[in-house]
């Protein structure tokens, strides 16, 4: 919230005038309200690795994170010329490989990683969009210095929380939201609902969307039932679905209807059990064949892991310096790919200093975060990086900005970082927002809401 | 070689299935050694074109409604060149990615021991000699024999027991590869042969795979490790992929039906 002199930061000052304006408890009341209709609404998480399986609240900060108009300008420019970026290299690594050929990007890098899907090599995607939605995970170092943590290309979740967080603040605070001019967050579904409608197989104007869930037992069902019922489209699992006649149909009531664009949040390994994991019972058999002939429409499209792939993060510089002939808006943390060795025995030197990511890991699993690591988990990662050193990454420890947290009735500084959710369809746009994490516990960097995370409303100040 | 090729896979379900779906991988590749002269594949439902990410010609065949069988029928001719097993390097699909490993593929111990003295002489020998020691060195190792194993099994299960099936073989050598550090792709095909006097191992099993290794400068080069040749104009090429999985000739799925009876016939002649 404060800049380097201390002094608050612009978009703050009227934010911190209320705040010594209200008496401490009423903070510490409107936190416990805020408990009860998040249970009431049954926003809950599933944390995975816990024994008792028991769905949890994460926790909810009553202190927005507040952006000004220009902060929001670099953010959301940068987080779209990314997924335009990556949009293009999608494109050109499953058909020519030009960045490869241009030697932009080694080629084992791309092709030798399971991330890559042979399954989307010469996929065609109307509008040749792969990403229609990614999460773009930033975080602020400097007064007007972003770093890009990750690009979520996958199905990444999380958007729910972007509007039942400002749901929930409009209700506790409604003095604040006249007081501030806040970009609205609640027509996400609305702008999703055109960026699906835009990327319908071709020649179909008044497309058939679903959206496409594992099922309740899927820590982020919530959403996927939220989503829909905004939207207005019908909620399916796999078995909801079927391949006839080259086509994507939904069982339906008054029988057969046909589907044509699927914003899925299941995994590419579980989508379609005759071309990826035979075992799994959540996909549509036959998908892919539909989706390969262009009469379904996949949102994310297939094989759009290899773009948020930890070691090919590093090369996003690169894709929009080839395809874009644009300079980076957003930095790029530095990383150290430990398939290297000179990297690796630079790590392997320096693990106190430094963040080790699994590069298939996931929601802060599998992290080691040097600083704030004991001997004993420094030796067992120093263990796991020479077993396979191409498993990891490693990142400098980022001095990521703070933001006032109410903890047990105090306000207290806590790191922060933001995902602003980029949507691509005629156009590539950033909703004027996102999901704000916050680490809950002092000096922490882990913002992942798996490993006690927590969030907060994101206002983004209209100019 | 102008080969006729007559295939039928029959399976009966135990008891009627509701629904079945399958992806055949059941029409020849084009490519520079074989010209599909005709070619039609049939089922009993609804049956439509499309191709895979490795540019496989494949089908998808639906059958809705309670059925006790399905029938896949395939007829058609194919003319053959002998190309001494050498196919172009540029095929549309990079050889880098070949190599990845896969369940069936893995490297364990005992592969890395099976290939090192093959890999400590690759430098003398050179790339083409080494791939056929390491042919050579399956054929002499792990004995075919039919219908020894199941279609579940890993390139290093077949190192162990000592015998396996052509696709065992062509699994074993693609992990052989990934130690020599050459690309190495799964093919499955059919397999022309004189007869059961001619004595090669594939007489009758006319329903083939083996496997295709990447050599620079000359291109993909087939391995059939259970005859320890390359393929000639014998050789009829459907699909290929990283291992059995993605080449398979029919990999379905269907709710009800229990267990299920398959009989396959294959009859390819040369006219």
Known sequence: ?463 | MKLTIAHETHYRFEEPARHSIQYLRLTPRPDHAQLVRSWTVSTPGKLRSWTDGFGNLAHVSVQDGLHEEVAVLVRGEVETMDTTGVLPPHDGLPPLMFLRETRYTRLDDGIREFVAPIAERASDEGQVATLHNLMWAIRDRVAYQSGSTHVHGTAGEALTHGYGVCQDHAHLFIAGCRVLGLPARYVSGYLFSEGEEAGEVGAGVASHAWAEAYVEDLGWVSFDASNGVCATDAYVRLAVAMDYEGACPVRGIRRGGGLEEMTVRVQVLNE
């Open chain 1, 1 to 463: 919230m404060n800049g380097d002199g201390g002094e608050v930061r612009r978009a703050y000052q009227a934010y911190c005038e209320w705040l010594r304006s209200v008496p401490p408890e009423r903070l510490s009341e409107k936190h416990q309200q805020a408990d009860i209709l998040f249970r009431r609404l049954g926003i809950t998480f599933a944390v995975h690795g816990d024994d008792d399986g028991v769905e949890r609240l994460i926790p909810f900060d009553v202190v927005p994170r507040i952006l000004d108009p220009d902060e929001w300008r670099t953010v959301s420019h940068g987080v779209s010329q990314r997924v335009r970026a990556i949009n293009a290299f999608l494109d050109d690594i499953y058909h020519e490989q030009e960045i490869l050929k241009a030697g932009r990007i080694p080629s084992t890098l791309v092709l030798n990683n399971p991330a890559f899907r042979p399954e989307a090599l010469g996929l065609d995607v109307p509008r040749r969009v792969y990403v229609h939605v990614a999460g773009v995970d930033v975080v602020r170092v400097g007064p007007d210095e972003f770093y890009v943590l990750e690009d979520n290309c996958r199905v990444p979740s999380g958007v729910s929380y972007m509007m039942e967080n400002r749901e929930t603040m409009m209700r506790l605070f409604p003095d604040l939201f006249s007081q501030h001019r806040v970009a609205p967050v609640n027509h996400y579904p609305e702008v999703l609902l055109r960026t699906l409608r835009a990327v319908a197989p071709p020649g179909v104007s008044d497309p058939t969307i679903v959206v496409l869930t594992p099922g309740h037992f899927n820590s982020a069902y919530f959403e996927h039932a939220f989503l829909a019922r905004e939207m207005g489209v019908e909620l399916v699992e796999g078995q909801d679905l079927f391949v006839d006649d080259n086509t994507v149909f939904m069982r339906t009531t008054e029988g057969p209807q046909r589907v044509h664009v699927i914003y899925r949040r299941i995994d590419d390994d579980f989508i379609d059990p005759l071309a990826f994991n035979a075992y799994s019972t959540l996909g549509v058999p036959g998908l892919l064949s539909v989706a390969r002939n262009g009469r379904v429409t996949l949102a994310n499209a297939v094989g759009t892991g290899i773009a948020d792939d930890k070691a090919v993060y590093a090369y996003v510089p690169d894709m929009i310096a080839f395809y874009l002939g644009e300079k980076p808006i957003l930095n790029n943390v530095p990383t150290y790919a430990l398939r290297n060795p000179d990297d690796c025995a630079y790590v392997l030197d320096h693990l106190e200093e430094l963040v080790v990511k699994e590069v298939a890991g996931a929601g802060g699993y599998g992290m080691l975060v040097g600083p704030f690591s004991t001997a004993e988990q420094r030796s067992a990662f120093r263990t796991k990086i020479l077993a396979s050193p191409e498993s990891f990454i490693a990142q400098p420890t980022l001095k990521l900005s703070t933001c006032p947290t109410l903890i047990n009735g105090e306000l207290v500084s806590r790191h922060v970082d933001l995902r602003p959710y980029v949507l691509t369809g005629e156009t590539t746009t950033a909703v004027p927002g996102g999901l704000t994490r916050v680490a809950l516990r002092d000096g922490s960097l882990v913002v992942n809401s798996s490993q006690g995370g927590g969030t907060k409303d994101t206002w983004v100040l209209e100019g």
